[in-house]
């Protein structure tokens, strides 16, 4: 093949390129129509804080923390206006900064993972357009003595809960006219991935790496394996996000080709060299597991 001294793009009027490296090491160039290249908003650097919730900590390109007034509860900013547009909301084209990502070469669209883009998933993504990001539980969500969800540090989180259990929970954790919570979809999961990944913070092989390490530890000291408190590891955190894989597989609102929601990451029986961070396992919808709990997201109106 003859080689080029130059290689020169050419496009319309209100067209521009993004380039960004493939999964493979290719280079991929994408022709990006400038009102798609603006749909997601610039506020991402100022996040808004929703009321009756404080700034506690963190910058929001490394963990913008808020806390509920009411019960200590906080929350992660997840910054998507700051992603590169190589996620997916259909399952086929790869060109959304909120939406899912294909990290473990899962062809997920092949074997119908998906995900309606309708209801609380439609409504968060027009609040990502808006204000640039979503909130995401600092924590798995654990009980407070009232039996109401939290998301707070030093606790037992809550597990043997089944996929509708865990999604009542979540919805109800937050529920006014500014803010409501849900269980997160796999659009948000992959989006905090994006983030952990754009940020440079952890490689999503360093983060499986912290959990083959933190699950050996306790499967030395405490035998059998078993979940911790939550926020135990400090090692284990990323972007002022705690226990993201290895504690517990967490429910997601994702689905497989029978319908069976899908639950993310490793678990505290299962080290990171087996299920990474990335990683997707379905589940029945009825059943009761010991090593899934769940987080919650926030959908800002």
């Not at 074997?111 to 309708?118: I, K």
């Not at 990451?265 to 899934?292: E, K, M, T």
Request: net charge negative.
């Amino acid at each position: 093949m003859k080689r080029y001294e130059k290689f020169v793009l050419e496009a319309g009027k209100d067209i521009i390129f993004e380039a960004s490296e493939g999964t493979s090491g290719e280079l991929i160039i994408r022709a990006m129509n400038i009102t798609e290249m603006n749909v997601y908003s610039r506020n991402y650097v100022n996040p808004p804080i929703p009321g009756g919730y404080k700034h506690v900590c963190g910058e929001w390109n490394n963990g913008f923390v808020i806390e509920r007034s009411s019960d200590g509860s906080q929350f992660v900013w997840i910054p998507v206006g700051s992603l590169d547009p190589d996620g997916t909301l259909d399952g086929e084209h790869f060109a959304e900064k909120f939406g899912r990502r294909d990290y473990q070469n899962d062809e997920f669209w092949n074997v119908e993972y998906h995900e309606v883009l309708e209801g609380e998933l439609y409504k968060q993504r027009e609040s990502v357009k808006k204000y640039g990001g979503f909130y995401i539980s600092r924590y798995n969500i654990s009980i407070n003595s009232k039996g109401k969800p939290q998301s707070v540090k030093g606790v037992m989180p809550l597990m043997n809960i089944d996929f509708n259990s865990a999604k009542k929970l979540a919805t109800i954790m937050e529920d006014n006219e500014v803010v409501k919570s849900h269980l997160p979809f796999g659009a948000e999961y992959d989006s905090v991935l994006a983030w952990f990944i754009k940020s440079e913070a952890k490689t999503l092989d360093e983060i499986a790496m912290n959990s083959t390490e933190w699950g050996n530890y306790w499967n030395t000291h405490n035998s059998p394996k078993k979940a911790v408190e939550t926020g135990s590891c400090e090692k284990w955190c990323v972007n002022n996000i705690y226990d993201f894989a290895g504690n517990l597989e967490e429910w997601t609102q994702e689905r497989n080709k029978n319908l069976q929601p899908v639950a993310r990451g490793g678990n505290c029986i299962c080290d990171g060299n087996i299920y990474s961070v990335a990683y997707r396992h379905f589940n029945s919808l009825l059943f009761d597991y010991f090593w899934i709990g769940f987080r919650a997201t926030l959908y800002i109106k």
